[in-house]
């Protein structure tokens, strides 16, 4: 059953939120092992904006020490007795959870969960995914939170052939909304504050490129799009309202963004024209996860990554908070 006794429990770990790129490795103690567990020796871990979010305690007080990571892939090497979906020896993913969270958080005995920035983790199997051999474990790991992110409202929302969907934002998020979107087989519109990632966007398989810049800009397009995923950060600069005129009847305005500060004003003439719905996503489910990774095999989507080792985290942390990544940054364990 298990092989795991020669298995390192060790993280990068931050200890203080002022200084969120001051990772020490430290030995962590995983949860109690469960019937239904499943322990995996991590290879990679993607670097998240929530892992950002939660270093710097943006969102809450963190549980410190915390070694985040919620974009997860290794190899099983100890499955519980209750455990059917995997077996030791397998590829296997592990993504963002959000019953007890991935990292920063505490299970209901005490225990406390650490992310990926590891050299292993302990997680429910309903948590645990299997890898498309077809798929490197680089390029998945990205897609267990950025992916699914962009994935799953897509798909929810119905987009698909003969619909036309708008995406916010060509950024971590955004790079993988545009491809998804095209290899659902929709007409593709990307938004962005300025021309610099045009070509970027049309290697991703933009159809059209809209830059925000000008004022206006939204008269070209009133009434068009079913569908429009914001990834970006629209509390400054994209202004919220010209975009919901660009909606047809019905159309539906989806945030998966999560920035600090609150969204604009906008006037409900906007949304009482086109009948337009704001809402919003969180993640996805395993049926998602299973279903988007046989979309990436099948299409070929393509993560655009830059390696880095492990020991690099805070550095990598850093330019993901600067937004200077292009598009998703993921680690390499060397400890
Ligand atoms: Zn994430």
Redesign the pocket.
């Known amino acids: 059953m298990s092989n795991s006794s020669d298995l390192k429990w060790l993280g990068y770990a931050i200890h203080d939120t002022k200084q969120y790129t001051d990772f020490k490795v430290i030995e962590f103690e995983p949860k109690r092992f469960e019937e239904y567990d499943i322990d995996v020796k991590i290879e990679y871990c993607g670097v998240?904006?929530?892992d950002v979010h939660s270093v710097t305690g943006g969102w809450n007080d963190p549980i410190l020490p915390l070694i985040p990571g919620?974009?997860i892939i290794g190899t099983v090497v100890r499955v519980g007795p209750k455990v059917t979906t995997l077996k030791v020896g397998d590829r296997a993913g592990v993504g963002?959870r959000k019953w007890v969270d991935t990292y920063n958080a505490k299970y209901p005995n005490g225990d406390i969960a650490h992310g990926g920035y590891a050299t292993a983790i302990r997680a429910h199997e309903r948590y645990v995914f299997p890898i498309p051999e077809a798929l490197s474990s680089e390029q998945a790991a990205p897609m267990l939170?950025?992916g699914l992110?962009v994935y799953s409202p897509l798909v929810r929302n119905g987009a698909g052939p003969g619909k036309k969907v708008g995406v916010v934002g060509v950024g971590g998020l955004g790079h993988f909304a545009i491809q998804f979107a095209k290899a659902l087989g929709a007409e593709v519109y990307v938004f962005s504050h300025s021309d610099n990632k045009k070509a970027d966007a049309q290697e991703m398989g933009a159809d059209h490129f809209i830059s925000t810049g000008a004022q206006g800009f939204e008269a070209e397009y009133e009434g068009l799009l079913d569908l429009i995923i914001c990834t970006a950060d629209i509390s400054c600069g994209i202004p919220m309202s010209s975009l919901i005129k660009i909606l047809g009847v019905h159309g539906r305005f989806i945030m998966v963004a999560i920035p600090d500060d609150h969204l604009p004003t906008i006037q409900s003439f906007d949304l009482v024209k086109n009948g337009a719905l704001i809402g919003g996503s969180h993640i996805g489910s395993k049926k998602d996860v299973l279903a988007m990774l046989d979309l990436v095999v099948e299409k070929g989507v393509k993560a655009w990554i830059e390696l880095l080792p492990m020991s690099k985290c805070g550095e990598a942390i850093q330019s993901v908070k600067d937004n200077h990544v292009r598009y998703r940054k993921v680690l390499k364990v060397d400890i």
């Open positions: 998240c904006g929530s919620h974009e963002c939170c950025g992110t």
